[in-house]
């Protein structure tokens, strides 16, 4: 009896060992995870000096990062992270899609083809001419207190005025041809992207989304294309990104399938009631228009840069994968400020470029248009400047109530002013305080700059 007992506690002890050290790989391997990721896109993919990634873009997030070790490999193209040998993760550059978090065996990607770049109308080379409805100083003075707020950390700034940049503006160590991280800007191309199916008759807003994982499941099933777009599906998740076990977190950084994390939640509202934002939920919106635009005989991972990225000229931009193939476009696209700024002005255009609809009728109003449970915060997957029914303020002080703005971590920023046919594009790494309440200001200034 008391060898059994002893083998019992032996096992116990084992038991609780290995749990421990599942939970530590676990909680390690987000932040090698993030680190390795991060780190490959920038040098592979944005072309940035190694040095000037590893000292500058992990600073004042957690301390755990401290402990990341990471190894780049440039002749293969690859970032390896881990703390101690714990939570090792892998990213992996391919041409065309940027960096991959590596999760067992990598999908095959068809070859894309380069973008060719088309100017931005009346774009300038050196100084802007000269407009009448720009006050220069006006803005220069915007621009300066925009860069020299160094809690801000201004990375980019451009204006864009009735399709013409009017001002732009770079900090140290970036240029007009860095590719900039969307975070979340990547939700309103994925929004895009769903337009571009609609337009062409593959996604009905209004039709159930075709869901796999909700297949006999009439409560899920019953969860539309547009309550995904909206983010009103009733589905949990959990958007926490300082917990290493939240969904957020586990998906952008230890799944291999995105789009599955939020697919196999419960539904805990009933869809089209609640709004909740949830990255989860733009990644299922990915992963459900590839198996869509592939039951069609559509080339999904094609379709953004035959549908919009070579008709905008977006030559820098491109979408991240998983390791099942499917675009993580809740957060993971990069492209130059101009770039971002094109995509503002399909918007402002109403989906039209060089005369061809891309994007249906009304597809800039629809984006626009206030998810009804979100209190006027938030359309579909764009975020609004309308203030709430309850006196809360407007996200934007001093911008007009129907601006409404691609938006991501850290202040990446790309704003569409209807009224004064403006785009303005800003990013940064804003951390410790709040991005909006440090770049409004900014925004405000520069349009009031603009007559």
């Known amino acids: 009896m008391k060898r059994i007992a002893l083998i019992a506690a032996a096992l116990a002890v084992a038991a609780a060992g290995v749990f421990a050290f599942v939970k530590a790989d676990g909680y390690a391997g987000v932040g090698a995870g993030y680190m390795a990721k991060v780190a490959c896109s920038e040098i592979f993919l944005a072309k940035r000096d190694a040095l000037a990634v590893l000292e500058g873009e992990f600073n004042d997030i957690s301390p755990a990062l401290e402990r990341v070790r990471l190894k780049i490999d440039s002749e293969k193209r690859t970032v390896t992270g ?21 999760r067992g065996a990598l999908a095959g990607l068809p070859p894309l083809s380069p973008v060719a770049e088309k100017p931005l109308p009346d774009a300038f080379a050196g100084t802007p001419a000269a407009r009448d409805d720009v006050d220069y100083a006006a803005l220069e003075a915007a621009l300066d207190a925009a860069f020299a707020d160094e809690k801000a950390a201004t990375r980019a700034m451009l204006v864009v005025k009735d399709g013409a940049v009017v001002a732009e503006r770079y900090a140290p160590g970036f240029t007009r041809d860095t590719p ?3 975070w979340s800007m990547a939700k ?18 209004a039709a159930p989304a075709p869901v796999p994982e909700w297949a006999g499941d009439a409560a899920r099933a019953a969860i539309t294309w547009n309550d995904l777009l909206q983010m009103q599906s009733g589905l949990a998740f ?3 990104y300082d917990d290493p076990n939240s969904d957020a977190s586990q998906m952008l950084f230890r799944a291999r399938d995105a789009g599955a994390v939020a697919a196999k939640k419960p539904l805990i509202h009933p869809p089209g009631t ?56 809740s957060s993971f696209m990069y492209a130059t400020a101009r770039d971002w700024a094109k995509l503002g002005l399909l918007y402002l255009n109403d989906g039209v470029a060089d005369g061809v609809r891309l994007l249906p009728e009304g597809w800039s109003a629809y984006v626009a248009a206030p998810a009804k449970a979100s209190d006027g915060f938030y359309g579909a997957q764009f975020w609004l400047n309308h203030p709430g029914a309850d006196g ?9 109530d129907d601006a409404y703005l691609m938006a991501g971590h850290e202040g990446q920023y ?38």
């Open 82 to 102: 881990s703390i101690f040998g714990v939570g090792r993760a892998k990213a992996v550059y391919r041409d065309g899609y940027g960096c991959t978090l590596k």
């Open 188 to 205: 309103s191309v994925t929004a895009t992207m769903a337009g571009a199916a609609v337009h062409r008759g593959f996604v009905d807003l």
């Open 274 to 329: 609640h709004w909740s934002y949830s990255s989860g939920t733009t990644n299922l919106i990915q992963r459900t228009l590839r198996e869509t635009l592939e039951a069609n005989d559509m080339g999904y991972h094609a379709f953004a840069r035959d549908a919009l990225f070579a008709p905008l000229g977006m030559a820098s931009a491109v979408l991240e994968t998983d390791s099942s193939g499917t675009f993580i476009a």
């Open 414 to 451: 790309a704003l569409i002013v209807p009224d004064k046919r403006l785009v303005i594009v800003r990013t940064g790494m804003t951390r410790g305080v709040e991005p909006m309440p440090r770049v409004a200001p900014s925004f405000a200034a520069i349009y009031d700059a603009i007559r």
């Open 238 to 240: 959990s958007e926490i």
């Open 392 to 400: 809360r303020p407007k996200y934007m002080p001093g911008v007009p």
């Open 180 to 182: 900039f991280l969307s």
